[in-house]
């Protein structure tokens, strides 16, 4: 792509980082690109804190293509998990990073994606979130001019006390996939009762052989937690690879697959 005039020009609600000469009949909106972004402080059942956050964003004009980086402080917030809508279109994709996100979404479709953070550190008021978006506009080649470039810039802070986002007691039997995953050298699993009941959690390797018992007795309705540290039942380091955990409910069974690195 060319960028063929030297100037700059300023459109109103966004930052024009280089734009060619615009033909009369191309109306710019304002902004190129809408962006909703908000999100809430939760707690689970365990009082682990966590953030959960929603974002839409929706080209306005044909033609365009983005890039959203949404940006995080990583000595805060740990990406736990995100999902697009269920309409999401297929040419949209997600780069993840460290401390960011690298989104790129379809050219005249609205993007819907949800995330949810771990909150490692909280005191009434948690850093914020950022997102940088840049917008480009194909203009009319006839005019010799190819492109215009725009950047908005959103911010979100959440602040407040984290509500409670479970009931009192599950209704259903609930195995959570493990965190974190893959791992080394260990990890966490929890799980829902919606009863008093005999609990089995054992993990098998990929041939389906038992490696060991990580939690095995009687449980009461509610939530719990296993950890498994990464050994056989001889407490001896068990090799890198794909293994299951399943947990077996008096006649209910759930099983998750994870994935140990070394």
Same mark, same amino acid.
Request: glycine share 8%.
């Given at each position: 792509?060319?960028?063929?005039?030297?100037?700059?020009?300023?459109?109103?609600?966004?930052?024009?980082?280089?734009?060619?000469?615009?033909?009369?009949?191309?109306? =710019?909106?304002?902004?190129?690109?809408?962006?909703?972004?908000?999100?809430?402080?939760?707690?689970?059942?365990?009082?682990?804190?966590?953030?959960?956050?929603?974002?839409?964003?929706?080209?306005?004009?044909?033609?365009?293509?983005?890039?959203?980086?949404?940006?995080?402080?990583?000595?805060?917030?740990?990406?736990?998990?995100?999902?697009?809508?269920?309409?999401?279109?297929?040419?949209?994709?997600?780069?993840?990073?460290?401390?960011?996100?690298? =989104?790129?979404?379809?050219?005249?479709?609205?993007?819907?994606?949800?995330?949810?953070?771990?909150?490692?550190?909280?005191?009434? =008021?948690?850093?914020?979130?950022?997102?940088?978006?840049?917008?480009?506009?194909?203009?009319?080649?006839?005019?010799?001019?190819?492109?215009?470039?725009?950047?908005?810039?959103?911010?979100?802070?959440?602040?407040?006390?984290?509500?409670?986002?479970?009931?009192?007691?599950?209704?259903?039997?609930?195995?959570?996939?493990?965190?974190?995953?893959?791992?080394?050298?260990?990890?966490?699993?929890?799980?829902?009762?919606?009863?008093?009941?005999?609990?089995?959690?054992?993990?098998?390797?990929?041939?389906?052989?038992?490696?060991?018992?990580?939690?095995?007795?009687?449980?009461?309705?509610?939530?719990?937690?296993?950890?498994?540290?990464?050994?056989?039942?001889?407490?001896?380091?068990?090799?890198?690879?794909?293994?299951?955990?399943?947990?077996?409910?008096?006649?209910?069974?759930?099983?998750?697959?994870?994935?140990?690195?070394?």
């Amino acid at each position: 792509l060319c960028f063929n005039s030297p100037g700059l020009s300023q459109v109103p609600g966004s930052e024009t980082l280089y734009s060619g000469d615009k033909p009369a009949e191309m109306a =710019i909106p304002n902004p190129v690109i809408d962006i909703d972004f908000n999100g809430d402080l939760l707690t689970d059942q365990f009082g682990n804190r966590e953030a959960h956050l929603s974002l839409r964003a929706m080209p306005l004009i044909p033609q365009s293509f983005h890039t959203l980086r949404l940006k995080w402080d990583p000595t805060c917030y740990t990406l736990n998990r995100y999902s697009l809508g269920a309409k999401a279109s297929p040419e949209i994709e997600i780069v993840e990073g460290f401390n960011e996100l690298v =989104i790129y979404p379809a050219s005249d479709e609205p993007l819907d994606l949800s995330l949810t953070f771990i909150v490692n550190s909280f005191e009434g =008021i948690c850093p914020g979130f950022h997102i940088d978006a840049l917008s480009g506009i194909i203009g009319d080649q006839k005019s010799n001019n190819t492109i215009n470039l725009f950047t908005m810039h959103k911010d979100l802070v959440l602040s407040g006390e984290p509500q409670r986002i479970y009931s009192a007691l599950p209704t259903q039997l609930q195995l959570s996939q493990n965190q974190p995953n893959p791992f080394n050298p260990s990890t966490g699993v929890e799980y829902a009762l919606p009863c008093d009941c005999a609990v089995e959690i054992s993990v098998y390797d990929i041939l389906g052989e038992k490696v060991c018992d990580i939690e095995k007795g009687s449980k009461t309705a509610g939530y719990h937690q296993a950890f498994w540290a990464g050994r056989n039942s001889l407490n001896e380091p068990v090799s890198s690879g794909i293994y299951f955990i399943k947990l077996t409910a008096g006649e209910e069974v759930r099983v998750i697959k994870t994935q140990l690195i070394k």
